[in-house]
């Protein structure tokens, strides 16, 4: 028996010469066959809602930034230019939906509802985890580049045997697309029909690689080679990253299976608070992302439609000001587990050698305390 792989199919990818667009960079509102009937309830109060939700991340981002450079956490990976690409998607969800995704998607966690202090003590490297991953529905932050797809996967194979409508969002970098786990991931996802969305945000740095030197071709061609359909979107514009987002949940829930969405955006900050970017990519770049700033352009499409944006701005600088101190007080406050916390919820009931491992461990506490 041979199993003979399909080419690439650019049939099955949409966007792949200019991504898909609905805003331009003057908040002028394009038409867009495929995006619009998925945009026809987005009115002034509906893209405010959009924009605070932006305004919110970023100020979360900054301030976690601070933060950082302050010593009251440990590391930090930014988002800053990436708020689109994550709040677009993030407010098509269902409830029920379940996200799976990598250590940058702040823009998730806090639209999903994850606690700050809880979040704080992920990134004081106090909690392997932080948030319950059952009540908000995001599975805790995947350090492994890529490996968070499969678990995506899965689910979605699981729900689809359960009969439930659920879907599974998994994020990713540009960089996870060169692990072997998303193309694992793919297959079964193909093969199944599992009713899950693989968002890639391509802020075009693999860490200080960049993306041409990561793929040949546009990375939402690579996913039709396994029969899955793509779009690849401006994901620095939050419509149209809605929209899609939009399209391929309801494509996922009502069978059709898979689909692929390459958020073209940038990383503006370094990859984490331990990288300097100078190092590996000149101004004049990171000018030209700063004007497609994906807050600014909604600002403009609020001003085209006659908000009052001077409210606008006070209500959003209100809410994040809000956030940030709540964030900034759970950090400062934050008290690290006790030493032997790490051999608990290992398993839902604890196992003799658990035990035994336990009281090994405080009999070594013991003889430190004892000779100190």
């Given at each position: 028996m041979s199993i003979t792989v399909p080419a690439p199919d650019p049939a099955l990818a949409?966007?792949?010469?200019?991504p898909l667009t609905v805003l331009d960079l003057d908040g002028t509102r394009?038409?867009?066959?495929l995006l619009d009937p998925h945009l026809t309830d987005i009115d002034?109060?509906?893209?405010?809602?959009?924009?605070?939700?932006?305004?919110?991340?970023?100020?979360?981002?900054?301030?976690?930034?601070?933060?950082?450079?302050?010593?009251?956490?440990?590391?930090?990976?930014p988002l800053l230019g990436q708020e689109a690409a994550q709040v677009g998607p993030a407010r098509a969800l269902g409830e029920q939906d379940w996200v799976?995704?990598?250590?940058?998607?702040?823009g998730f966690a806090l639209l999903r509802g994850a606690d700050m202090s809880e979040f704080a003590r992920i990134w004081k490297a106090y909690a392997h985890s932080g948030w319950d991953p059952q009540e908000i529905r995001m599975a805790p932050s995947q350090i492994i580049i890529g490996a968070q797809t499969l678990h995506g996967v899965g689910y979605a194979m699981a729900a689809k045997m359960d009969g439930s409508d659920d879907v599974a969002l998994t994020t990713f970098g540009?960089?996870?697309?060169?692990?072997?786990?998303?193309?694992?991931?793919?297959?079964?996802?193909?093969?199944?029909?599992?009713?899950?969305?693989?968002?890639?945000?391509?802020?075009?740095?693999?860490i200080s690689e960049p993306v041409a030197l990561q793929s040949g071709v546009p990375l939402?061609?690579?996913?039709?080679?396994?029969?899955?359909?793509?779009?690849?979107?401006?994901?620095?514009?939050?419509?149209?990253?809605?929209?899609?987002?939009?399209?391929?949940?309801?494509?996922?829930?009502?069978?059709?299976?898979?689909?692929?969405?390459?958020?073209?955006?940038?990383?503006?900050?370094?990859?984490?608070?331990?990288?300097?970017?100078?190092?590996?990519?000149?101004r004049a770049e990171e000018e030209?992302?700063?004007?497609?700033?994906?807050?600014?352009?909604?600002?403009?499409?609020?001003?085209?439609m006659g908000a009052n944006m001077e409210a606008v701005r006070a209500e959003a600088k209100i809410r994040a000001d809000q956030l940030a101190k709540e964030f900034r007080a759970a950090c400062e406050h934050a008290e690290p587990p006790l030493a032997d916390a790490i051999f608990d919820q290992v398993y839902a009931q604890p196992t003799r050698r658990l035990e035994r491992q336990r009281l090994e461990h405080q009999?070594?506490?013991?003889?430190?305390?004892a000779t100190a």
């Open positions: 949409v966007g792949l010469d200019v394009l038409p867009n066959e002034e109060s509906a893209l405010t809602n959009l924009y605070v939700d932006m305004v919110r991340v970023r100020r979360l981002d900054t301030e976690a930034f601070a933060l950082t450079r302050q010593g009251h956490l440990v590391l930090w990976p799976f995704g990598s250590y940058r998607e702040h540009d960089g996870a697309t060169s692990e072997g786990d998303v193309s694992e991931a793919l297959v079964w996802a193909s093969t199944f029909q599992a009713p899950v969305v693989f968002l890639c945000q391509n802020n075009q740095y693999a939402a061609l690579r996913p039709t080679g396994f029969g899955i359909p793509s779009m690849r979107v401006d994901g620095n514009d939050v419509l149209a990253m809605h929209a899609a987002a939009r399209i391929a949940f309801d494509r996922a829930r009502s069978g059709g299976g898979p689909t692929f969405i390459e958020a073209v955006t940038y990383r503006r900050g370094p990859h984490t608070t331990t990288d300097d970017p100078k190092r590996y990519r000149d030209a992302w700063i004007a497609k700033d994906p807050l600014d352009r909604v600002e403009r499409a609020l001003e085209r009999a070594f506490v013991n003889s430190i305390e």
